[in-house]
């Protein structure tokens, strides 16, 4: 007998996981993480700016408060992670060049790879704590994300 469950995640989790799950999905995009030394060579003036809100998404108040922020940059292009006064994970994308309707295709695609990182490995926590085997998993065409697993 099988199965296939399809996944529609909401993001509720501490910005310690929050910061994982970014980290694992910017680097498959080509995106890497700058510290702050890093930040300033990253910024320019004249740079265009679009935000994006993260729908269903929660960063959970604890070890971190409402300033911190994850950068990441690629080609000219700043993406930062922010939590916002609400409590809501919030993408600002900026560049130089850039059109917002261009940042914000960018900054979506870029919020649904870690939207994906941050869904697999909840679900895979899952599958391990109720002693499941995955016994096959990868990403079809779609760049969708296939596990198979045995329960006996």
């Keep these: 007998m099988s199965s296939v469950i399809v ?15 970014v980290a694992a999905g910017v680097g498959s995009l080509g995106f890497s993480v700058v510290n702050t030394a890093e930040l300033q060579s990253a ?5 265009t700016r679009e935000e994006i809100e993260v729908e269903n998404s929660e960063v959970l108040d604890g070890s971190a408060g409402t300033g911190e922020q994850m950068v990441v940059v690629k080609d000219g292009i700043k993406a930062t992670f922010t939590r916002d006064a609400r409590g809501a ?3 600002c994308m900026e560049g130089k060049g ?7 295709q960018i900054g979506e ?18 599958l391990k704590e109720r002693n499941m085997t995955i016994v096959e998993e990868g990403m079809t065409e779609t760049e969708s994300v296939k596990i198979r697993i045995r329960n006996w």
Excluded at 10 to 18: E, F, H, R, S, Y
Excluded at 111 to 118: D, I, N, P, S
């Design 43 to 47: 910024l320019s003036e004249n740079m």
């Design 89 to 91: 994970l919030k993408l």
């Design 7 to 21: 996944v529609a995640p909401i993001i509720i989790a501490n910005w310690p996981v929050i910061t994982a799950a």
């Design 98 to 104: 850039k059109s917002k309707s261009e940042l914000r």
């Design 109 to 126: 695609e870029l919020m649904g790879r870690v939207t994906q990182q941050y869904a697999y490995h909840r679900v895979v926590t899952e």
